[in-house]
Each structure stands twice: as structure tokens, then as C-alpha cells.
């Protein structure tokens, strides 16, 4: 199994720009959420999903759009880039179902705009 | 909404030395507590965890404790190596609610 894949692993944005991280998992788990990990701040909640087509905000939703059509995949919308979103991005899954409710991580997607 | 804080926000210690991290967390219904380990240019990975009708789990060198009236939770590291270094996060959730709040992290680095 993959796990959870992210991609791009790293991209550069001008400001204004617009973009779409990638996360797709291959383990049929219900739950997704996309973080932000900045420096002393450590990892913090932008969106999350308990299945297809449900989707609410965490702590830091602004700036970004989510949509959960399958199962499998949870993409992050950036509408239009700003030097603040520049960031680590980690996607994760999880599921009720596993013995523990242990997130799964992406290995990351290293943001910077410019 | 739940608040996890976590101390220290970083730690040495000598290899062999134990380590200890500690959080507290806000929301009475949370009830269950991982904790998870980062090493540099990876994501996090699930070293442990623990369910609020548990007060200790031990595994190997790492074990956590649970006190659900104080709201605290600890990591306890016995014997610490280097490949212990890593940043540790620690959380709180609802399971049936699943929305992860983390600590803020401590990053440990164990001298050789």
C-alpha cells in the first residue's frame, strides 16, 4: 500500500497565484484533514473530512477551499496565494474502523510564495 | 474548542537519560491521546497513544500516562538513543468526532 501521497513535494507561487496540493489515499479510510506546520506553531488544522462529499473548517480555514468527492482523494485549494500561506502542508487519513484512530501522514508539501 | 499545550518546547538529554514531555488539554470529552513522532523532512508518524479509560500505556522504551481529572498526559522515554531525536507532538480528539488538535511539539535532541 502507498499510504498517503501528496504531490508536489515542493512548489514556489507568486503571489495572487492559485494552486491545488494533491492527497490521495489507498487505504478506504473516512477521515482527511489537511494541516499547516509553521515554526513553533506546530500543526494546525485547516480542513477536514469524515467522508465523500462532508467536509467542515478547522482552526486556520482562510485563504483555502476543500472538496471531498471520493473516498480517496482530498484536494487543498489555494484561491489566491499569499506570502502568509508559505508553509509545510501534511494531509492525513484516519479511520473508526482501525484499532486506534492514528492518523496516517503525507510526507509533505513544502509551499513557499513569493 | 480543544486546546492542547505541551512543555517543554525543546529538551536535551544524554543518551541513556530518560525524557519526559508533557501536555494538558481543555475539553473534558476529548478521550483519546496519541502522540507522534517527527523526524526532519518527514510527517508525523504514530508512536503511541492512549483511551481516557486507560491511566498507563507502556511499549517497549516509551510509555504514557493519563490523568483525566487533571486533563494531563505525559511521554515518558527510558534509555533514550539518538535516533530518539525528533520533534514530538502530542494530541486530543473525540473519536467519534476525529477532529485532531495537536500540541505546539518539543524537539528532543539525546546527546551521544
Known amino acids: 500500500n502507498a499510504g498517503v501521497t501528496q504531490t508536489p513535494k515542493f512548489q514556489v507561487l507568486k503571489t495572487g497565484q492559485s494552486m491545488t496540493l494533491q492527497c490521495a489515499q489507498d487505504?478506504?479510510?473516512?477521515?482527511m484533514s489537511w494541516y499547516r506546520q509553521d515554526p513553533g506553531m506546530g500543526l494546525r488544522l485547516i480542513h477536514y473530512s469524515v467522508g465523500a462529499g462532508i467536509t467542515d473548517q478547522g482552526e486556520v480555514p482562510n485563504g483555502y477551499n476543500v472538496s471531498r468527492s471520493t473516498t480517496e482523494d482530498f484536494p487543498l485549494r489555494l484561491l489566491s496565494a499569499a506570502p502568509s500561506q508559505t508553509s509545510v502542508y501534511f494531509c492525513?487519513?484516519?479511520?473508526?474502523?482501525?484499532?486506534?484512530?492514528?492518523?496516517?501522514f503525507g510526507s509533505g508539501t513544502r509551499l513557499t510564495v513569493v | 474548542g480543544e486546546n492542547v499545550e505541551q512543555h517543554p518546547s525543546t529538551l536535551s538529554v544524554q543518551e541513556g537519560d530518560s525524557a519526559v514531555i508533557k501536555c494538558t488539554y481543555s475539553d473534558s470529552a476529548s478521550n483519546y491521546f496519541p502522540w507522534y513522532k517527527q523526524e526532519l523532512g518527514k510527517g508525523p508518524q504514530l508512536i503511541i497513544d492512549i483511551r481516557s479509560n486507560v491511566g498507563e500505556k507502556k511499549d517497549q522504551r516509551i510509555a504514557v500516562t493519563l490523568n483525566k481529572t487533571a486533563k494531563h498526559f505525559s511521554l515518558h522515554i527510558t534509555e533514550t538513543q539518538p535516533e530518539d531525536s525528533a520533534v514530538y507532538f502530542c494530541a486530543a480528539l473525540q473519536t467519534s468526532y476525529d477532529k485532531v488538535i495537536f500540541g505546539p511539539g518539543t524537539s528532543l535532541s539525546v546527546i551521544p
Open positions: 487505504m478506504n479510510h473516512e477521515y
Open positions: 492525513a487519513s484516519s479511520s473508526p474502523r482501525t484499532v486506534n484512530y492514528g492518523y496516517t
